[in-house]
Structure formats: C-alpha cells, structure tokens
C-alpha cells in the first residue's frame, strides 16, 4: 500500500515511523505546513516529502493518515473524502461541534471510511476493563475514576489550536468511558483551573480540569485531567462496582508514590509520556486503519463514534463557563 499522512509533529512523525515499519506499506508520501519539519520526518523514515495537502492527494495514495493540528482536521477530513480516500484522522475531528458535523456529512456524503485516533480503544488494559464490566466480573459497576495526567505542559504554540483541556484530552476519557462500559454520559459538571503557567490563562485555556459524569444507567463517572503532573505521565481508570474494583494503568511504572510505610516503592522509571505510555496501542490502531482499508475489517472508530466524545466534552465547557450541570441533550448531535 501507499499511504499518505498529512501534519510531521510529534504525533505526526511517530505514526510515520508506525507506518514505514509495517510490512504493508510500500511506500510513504508525507507533508506538513512547516517543510523543514515534513523533510525530517522523510529523511528518517524513508518516506518522500511533498510540498502540500494536495499533492498528497495527488500522489496515487490508497489512504490518508492526518495527523495536523487540530484546526486543520475537519477540512483535511473533507478533501479525503471528496478524493474518495480512506481517512485516519487523529482526534479530535474539529475545534467545535459544527466542525465535526460538517466533516462527519462530508464524509458520508462520499461514502468514505474515516477512523479516528482513540489508541486507548487498543490499549491491552483498557481491553481487559471492557471484558469485566461487560461480563459482570465487577457485579454492579457504581463509581468509574478516570484520569489524564500530562507530566508538563505542551508548547504554548499548541494550546490556541488545540480546542481546551476538555476537547483535546479529557475526550480521551470520555471515548474510553463510553467504550469500556458500554453506557452514555447524560448528564456532567465541570470546572477548570487556570491557576498553572501564564500561558493557559492567555489562551484561555485551563492547565487542570474536573468533570461529574452521569451515566445512563446512573453509574457515577469522575473525570480529571491536567498539562502539570511533575511526576510523570498518568493515564488511568478505576472501576469499582459492588462485587470486585479493578485499575487500568496501575504498574510499575505508574508515577505514584504511596505514603504508606507499607507500601509499594516508588517507580524506578515513571512513564515520561504518550508516545512510550501508549506506543503498543497507536501500532494497533494503525494497523487495524490498514487492515480497514484492504476491506478486511471494521472501522474500529468512526466519525459518529468520535461525535459522543466531542459532545461530551463540549458539555463540559459550557458546564464550565455556565457554572451548571449541562445534559448532553442540550449538545446538537446531528
Ligand atoms: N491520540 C493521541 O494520543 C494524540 C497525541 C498527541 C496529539 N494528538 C493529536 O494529533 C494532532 C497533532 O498533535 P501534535 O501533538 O503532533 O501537534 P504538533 O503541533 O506537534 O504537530 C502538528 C503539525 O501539523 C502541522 N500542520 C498544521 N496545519 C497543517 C496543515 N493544514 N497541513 C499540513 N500540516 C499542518 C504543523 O506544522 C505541525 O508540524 C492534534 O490533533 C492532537 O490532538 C493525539
């Protein structure tokens, strides 16, 4: 196959290193805004770097991975589609939800397949969570604890085109809650603090959040993120119900220490962050993209998918800005 991917940053030029590895990739086509950044990544990949988004399209591609900025999704997302290509798109797919409405008809419009980027969907924990919940290992599942914790902030360039905590990291959560226990958020209630670095308050962005999610079945669902966590990088699920309570991301490199004199030791090499925390789960997914495009299987996350979780997260910001509880059936959902 000949693959394209759209935007060589960080994420960009690790899923680039995904794809020349993988046996079924011939061939390469990459591009980005910046061109020294797009050259990079071909000269480390053996891919071919090309001036523009178009000429990617242009290239006699079989597919599209992009991995831009978030501001550029959506209309990436269309031209894909109006090129009758199959799309990987890392989340989220708009800044807002009309973005993500507008992508989402283009794309059915053509009839094309788009999958989005929840690598936490492939996550071998994640997975064992989803089996028991679902099979009743857990008996009445009550209370779900998720939490993102960024060891350090990203750059401040990143921030006004990344949506908000709520859209650009806790939808993570909110895909992975949704997705393990099979239930949808109703209702939520969230707040965010921007006391951290100067830079959230000028993007107007906040560097710590908090969210109270109801979930249909009323099970209580908390959901925490911030860009400050010195220790390390710390994604994890609690699931506890009324026969047994379980941990995703709970190992020896958990960067938690416990006060206890008792307790476990502290972590000898803390997760630094996303790209070692999760590097097994983004080769899965871009190797299920694959397996998607030769018609071999389902798309494990489409648009519509993706939709939930931007809703939910667009919940929380009014939540936030209105300083109430916000039902998700305010949220548009089509
Ligand atoms: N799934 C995950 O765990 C995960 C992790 C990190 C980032 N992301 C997502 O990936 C995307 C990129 O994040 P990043 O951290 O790599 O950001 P980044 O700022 O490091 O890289 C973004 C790149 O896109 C380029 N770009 C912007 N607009 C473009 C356009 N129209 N055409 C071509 N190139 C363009 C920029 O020049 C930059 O090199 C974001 O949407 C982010 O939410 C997902």
Redesign the pocket.
């Known amino acids: 196959m000949r693959i394209g991917l ?7 030029s690790f899923h680039a290193g995904v794809l020349a590895r993988h046996p079924e990739v011939a061939s390469l086509v990459v ?4 061109p020294a ?1 797009a050259g990079q990544a071909a000269a480390r990949t053996g891919a071919t770097a090309v001036a523009s ?1 178009e000429a990617v399209l242009a290239a006699g591609v079989d597919a599209v991975v992009i ?7 959506a209309e ?1 997302i269309g031209r894909a589609a109006r090129a009758g290509l199959p799309a990987f798109c ?3 797919i708009a800044l807002d939800l009309a973005g993500t409405l507008g992508a989402l008809r283009e794309v059915e419009r053509a009839g094309s397949v788009l999958q989005l ?1 929840f ?1 936490r969907r492939f996550d071998a924990g994640y997975a064992a969570a989803r089996t028991a919940v679902r099979g009743g290992a857990l008996g009445r599942l009550h209370t779900v604890r998720s939490a993102t914790s960024d060891p350090a902030p ?1 750059p401040a360039a ?1 921030l006004p085109l ?1 949506g908000g905590l709520f859209r ?1 990291c806790l939808v ?1 959560d909110f895909d992975i809650l949704r997705w393990v226990t099979g239930r949808e958020v109703t209702e939520v209630y969230a707040t965010g603090s921007d006391a951290g670095p100067a830079m959230f308050r000028e993007a107007g962005d906040v560097d710590t959040a908090a969210a109270l999610l109801t979930l249909d079945d009323n099970t209580l669902a908390t959901a925490t993120a911030t860009r400050c966590n010195g220790a390390g990088y710390d994604v994890r699920m609690e699931l506890a119900g009324d026969r047994d309570q379980i941990a995703v991301g709970l190992d020896d490199r958990t960067p938690l220490t416990s006060a206890e004199p008792q307790g476990p030791p502290a972590p000898a090499e803390p997760w630094p962050g ?1 790209l070692e925390r ?1 590097a097994p789960a983004y080769e899965a997914e871009l190797d299920a993209f694959l397996g998607v495009v030769r018609g071999e299987r389902a798309n494990p996350c489409d648009g519509r998918e993706a939709l939930h979780a931007l809703r939910v997260a667009e919940a929380c910001e009014r939540s936030r800005a209105e300083r109430r509880p916000v039902r998700l059936t305010e949220i548009p959902g089509a």
Do not use: C
């Open positions: 759209i935007g060589t940053g960080r994420i960009g591009t980005d805004m910046d950044r988004a991995t831009s900025a978030t501001a550029a999704h990436l890392e989340k989220p980027g690598m990203p990143y990344s650009d993570h996303f999760f």
